[in-house]
């Protein structure tokens, strides 16, 4: 029997949780989750929230940061909309119960990472996306209009005659459901498994861009991805996150003879932003032979346990003392830029289809997201589409039914494992670019992409892994496909064979639709 409500929801993360809150008083809300409820990127934010709501600091210099991170491709709407709305949000999650950071007087305790010029990171030491995620779940679980469906994994959108109705499941069991809804938010999070080396959690593998581009959704901005520069790299230990707050509350970058080595790439030295030090990094690496590390053994050894409790857990199991030694790092992919294109409350190319949080593309970002702008994001967009969700409702039964597919597992297929699909985006879609690289990349990936798409067309089933695997195959293909477009080096988009900026050419944000002729440029959000 299919799943029937108000508003369907895929995703637990920042953004579905607050547009939850917004639409549980005007209807029923249904929660689709893959995995546990608080399983996501969300839960693995660190550093914190970015807002002007400390002394000396406005919106105006918050978005003066986010616009010059942003490499010239943000839409000035788009970050207007987040660095004014971002404060009263941030106080409604306060109001709500979220505990930050505080100093001896009770003020909150604001820190400063790389490319912002005031200190405005509200932070919960250093796991301030479990405590915000803490917060909204508290907020939501109460209300009686709101269903959590867990380990339900989306795997495609619903759409008739045009407008989107709803999206089919995988239940734990393996057999496939369906929940249908008058309106549907896309918010997945990101897609940091299509590369061997991330940050991201196992379930970050990009669905939402692969279920909304399969629908007939445009994507933009998908060479945006970006590698943070500093992952605990530690052969067998995971590429666990070191927060740009380290460096914030000043940890220094050493390479192997020991010299702090930044200003030689960038004057702002340890907090330029991300991308400009992930490549730093490696090039140091490269010009030294040798491994570049994080120090902290300069600063206080208690404040920086207490400071970074979770941080200082995980170099712990790895052998190492945060506090005193030097920490090897290195880049790994951990956020999607681009994603699937929206205008500012969320709706998508696709009536009745809205997304939010890193799954989607306002703009916000440009080239290069600002550090800690991507909680604020969630909790902004999600908000604004959880309104905008709540005017557009709209009975999802006046389109044509689609026609049903008949299976068909005559023809054989096999799709590449998910190890090599990471391996040749690591490879050749990562940091360093070029055109040699990317064509190897997508002379694999299109055809593997082609007999995908035409295996999903005759509706033969597939299992949790080979949906994980379509996602995966599909968002790869996406992103090689948009970094071989674009003939330019900005933000977390490095050409090595074009390794300059062109303004002239390429000012100018690229979209791509599957009905839609190809790829087309815009200028704007508008969509």
């Known amino acids: 029997m299919d799943l029937r409500q108000d508003f369907l929801i895929i995703g637990s993360g920042i953004a579905g949780l607050r547009a939850a809150a917004e639409l549980a008083p005007v209807g029923r809300v249904l929660i689709l989750t893959k995995a546990e409820p608080r399983e996501g990127n969300t839960g693995y934010a660190q550093g914190?929230?970015?807002?002007?709501?400390?002394?000396?600091?406005?919106?105006?210099?918050?978005?003066?940061?986010?616009?010059?991170?942003?490499?010239g491709l943000c839409d000035e709407q788009a970050v207007t909309v987040l660095v004014e709305d971002g404060p009263r949000y941030v106080h409604e999650l306060i109001e709500w119960g979220a505990v930050f950071d505080r100093d001896p007087e009770g003020n909150l305790a604001l820190a400063l990472e790389a490319a912002h010029g005031a200190r405005r990171v509200l932070h919960a030491a250093d796991a301030t996306g479990r405590e915000i995620s803490r917060t909204l779940w508290a907020r939501v679980a109460g209300l009686s209009s709101v269903t959590a469906h867990d380990h339900a994994r989306a795997v495609d959108l619903i759409v008739e005659g045009g407008r989107c109705v709803g999206a089919r499941f995988l239940r734990e069991d393996g057999t496939l459901g369906s929940a249908r809804a008058d309106v549907v938010l896309l918010a997945t999070g990101g897609a940091g498994q299509v590369y061997s080396d991330t940050t991201n959690p196992l379930v970050a593998t990009g669905d939402g861009v692969a279920m909304a581009y399969r629908a007939g959704a445009r994507v933009a901005d998908l060479e945006f991805f970006q590698f943070h520069p500093t992952a605990l790299d530690v052969p067998g230990q995971p590429r666990f996150l070191l927060s740009e707050?380290?460096?914030?509350?000043?940890?220094?970058?050493?390479?192997?003879?020991?010299?702090?080595?930044?200003?030689?790439?960038?004057?702002?030295?340890?907090?330029?932003?991300?991308?400009?030090?992930?490549?730093?990094?490696?090039?140091?690496s490269a010009r030294t032979a040798g491994k570049v590390t994080l120090?902290?053994?300069?600063?206080?050894?208690?404040?920086?346990?207490?400071?970074?409790?979770?941080i200082a857990a995980a170099c712990q199991l790895a052998g190492l003392d945060l506090a005193r030694d030097r920490i090897p790092v290195g880049p790994a992919a951990h956020y999607m830029m681009g994603g699937v294109q929206t205008d500012l409350d969320g709706r998508t190319t696709v009536a009745g289809l809205f997304a939010a949080g890193e799954v989607a593309c306002t703009g916000v970002h440009g080239a290069n997201r600002l550090a800690s702008n991507s909680l604020l994001e969630g909790l902004v967009f999600g908000a604004r589409a959880g309104l905008a969700m709540a005017q557009s409702r709209q009975a999802s039964g006046s389109g044509e039914p689609e026609e049903?597919?008949?299976?068909?597992?005559?023809?054989?297929?096999?799709?590449?494992?998910?190890?090599?699909?990471?391996?040749?985006?690591?490879?050749?879609?990562g940091f360093f670019r070029d055109r040699q690289g990317l064509e190897t990349a997508l002379a694999e990936l299109e055809p593997a992409s082609r007999a995908l798409e035409g295996r999903l067309q005759t509706g033969e089933p597939l299992n949790a892994s080979q949906w994980r695997t379509a996602s995966l195959l599909t968002t790869a293909r996406l992103i090689a496909r948009a970094a071989l477009r674009r003939e330019e080096s900005r933000g977390g988009h490095y050409r090595s064979d074009f390794p300059k900026r062109d303004d002239i050419l390429w000012k100018r944000r690229e979209s791509e639709g599957l009905h839609t002729g190809g790829s087309f440029s815009a200028r704007n959000g508008s969509i």
């Open 48 to 71: 914190g929230i970015a807002a002007a709501v400390g002394p000396g600091d406005s919106p105006a210099l918050h978005a003066a940061d986010t616009i010059a991170a942003g490499a």
């Open 245 to 284: 707050a380290l460096r914030g509350e000043g940890a220094r970058l050493l390479n192997s003879y020991g010299e702090a080595f930044m200003t030689r790439y960038d004057p702002a030295g340890d907090l330029a932003p991300r991308d400009r030090v992930a490549r730093a990094i490696v090039r140091e």
């Open 295 to 310: 120090s902290l053994e300069h600063l206080d050894h208690d404040f920086v346990r207490t400071r970074f409790p979770r």
């Open 404 to 429: 049903a597919r008949s299976p068909n597992a005559s023809t054989p297929w096999s799709l590449p494992t998910d190890t090599s699909i990471q391996s040749l985006m690591w490879r050749h879609v």
